[in-house]
């Protein structure tokens, strides 16, 4: 009789850590989702515009022209990504383990230096 309390307590504890994990790490995921979900509407933009930016700086380069106003272009959006690339950066260390190590934060960070790239790539054709 008590080996099956113990058993069963033993069980509605282990239920119960199973139960506060997995609260943990949807807390976790949805803090993530809040901190990167402005970020990534960003990232899209910039997207977006460094192909845009990219192209424009090969076309002008494979006619053999610089563009003075593109190269300021690709710079100051290279700037902002940038930035945002230092505060993500700077942020990691202030949060929850659980939020640090979310994946999203690394997919996140990754758009970030895949747009950066290519933005020093189109800076050197522009």
């Known amino acids: ?5 113990a058993t069963s307590e033993q069980d ?4 119960e850590l199973r139960h506060r994990t997995v609260s943990e790490q949807t807390l976790a995921a949805r ?12 990232v899209g933009e910039w997207q977006i515009e460094s192909v845009r930016l990219a192209t424009t700086a090969q076309r002008l380069r494979d006619m053999g ?6 190269a300021k272009d ?10 945002e690339l230092k505060a993500l ?6 949060l929850s383990p ?9 997919d996140t960070r990754r758009s970030l230096q895949l747009v950066a790239e290519r933005l020093r790539g189109a800076l050197t054709a522009a």
């Open 1 to 5: 009789m008590h080996a099956e309390m």
């Open 31 to 42: 803090r993530v989702a809040q901190l990167v979900a402005p970020i990534n509407e960003r």
């Open 98 to 106: 659980l939020v640090a190590a979310n994946s999203r934060l690394a």
């Open 89 to 94: 950066d700077e942020a990691v260390p202030l």
């Open 12 to 15: 509605d504890v282990s239920g």
């Open 65 to 70: 022209r610089r563009d003075g106003e593109l």
């Open 74 to 83: 690709v710079r100051t959006l290279l700037a902002k990504v940038e930035a």
